[in-house]
């Protein structure tokens, strides 16, 4: 569940009341943290675009930090080609047999609900890509012959924009499965003062869970079609199940948006935001651009967005 009021870091004025963010960055208040999720039921939305504009919109005036939690296929790197200042691994813990003191009485693989061990009478086998390192083969192991070491499943990346924004890229290994472990991992390294803006998989699986998880709202992207809007409410369903408030925006829309409004009036979700089909904002995304960097008048409304993020939190 989202706090009422904005998540706060450690600071002797916790109940002084939320005031967004200031026209000028001298009057920021460093203490603050919004955490918004952008997501959407299907891919093709443009909620990548949506979250990199954002970011860099609300980098004018507050510190920013960008997650990219898609894992299985990050891009928003590719709006912003700095090179990573810092990378790091991300590790898990898998189990390591030592044959010589094991006693083949299969209690481990008896254990494992995932079916990553197999004992026969004289060799243990582990699939790594099954195993949830849940540590539960080496605490019921008497015989001692279960130690954990380390596997890589991935990797995050830390690039510096500006002074005011910076960027959390998680990638998960090809082949691998276990996209939650590095979403949680770019999420912990993400944590500090000023917005963090979430980019979530497309979808409504277990990897847009663990992103929504401490957001304090939901902006929902969705498009102009029948598919757009069965998406929709199936990502809403999520959002209301886990009690996130949601907000959305209608991307590529042809102004027949008549269906898409009347279910979010209906459940009494806001529309923030319309953006056009429009050739110009196609190319601009089309060479890796942002449309908020190419036209003040984008810059503002991407600020605006914001804002109504925030009064849609406060009102709650």
Request: glycine letters at 8%; aromatic letters at 8%.
């Amino acid at each position: 569940m989202p706090s009422k009021h904005f998540s706060r870091v450690n600071s002797g004025n916790s109940d002084l009341p939320f005031s967004y963010v200031p026209e000028t960055s001298d009057n920021i208040d460093d203490t603050l943290i919004m955490k918004v999720t952008v997501a959407s039921g299907k891919g093709g939305t443009g909620k990548s675009m949506v979250a990199a504009n954002l970011a860099w919109a609300l980098s004018e005036t507050s510190p920013v930090t960008l997650v990219d939690c898609d894992v299985e296929e990050p891009n928003l790197h590719l709006f912003f080609p700095q090179d990573p200042i810092e990378r790091e691994e991300v590790t898990v813990p898998v189990p390591s047999i030592d044959l010589d003191r094991c006693t083949f009485c299969g209690d481990c693989a008896g254990f494992c609900a995932y079916g990553a061990l197999l004992v026969t009478k004289d060799r243990v086998l582990f699939f790594p890509d099954l195993c949830h390192s849940c540590g539960g083969c080496s605490l019921i192991c008497l015989a001692g012959a279960i130690k954990e070491t380390q596997r890589s499943i991935g990797t995050l990346t830390l690039r510096h924009i500006s002074d005011r924004l910076h960027i959390v890229t998680g990638t998960l290994q090809e082949g691998d499965v276990l996209a939650t472990k590095v979403i949680r991992e770019a999420k912990r390294i993400a944590e500090r003062p000023g917005w963090i803006v979430y980019d979530a998989s497309p979808g409504t699986s277990c990897p847009v869970v663990e992103t929504l998880q401490g957001s304090d709202l939901c902006l929902l992207v969705t498009e102009s079609t029948p598919f757009g809007l069965h998406d929709l409410e199936l990502a809403y369903s999520v959002t209301s199940y886990m009690g996130i408030p949601s907000g959305v925006v209608i991307n590529l829309s042809d102004g027949r948006d008549k269906e898409t409004r009347a279910f979010c009036e209906e459940k009494e979700i806001p529309v923030f935001a319309t953006i056009p089909f429009d050739r110009w904002i196609a190319h601009v995304q089309g060479v890796g651009d942002l449309i908020s960097r190419r036209d003040s008048f984008w810059k503002d409304r991407f600020i605006a967005l914001g804002m109504a993020c925030c009064s849609r939190v406060e009102e709650l």
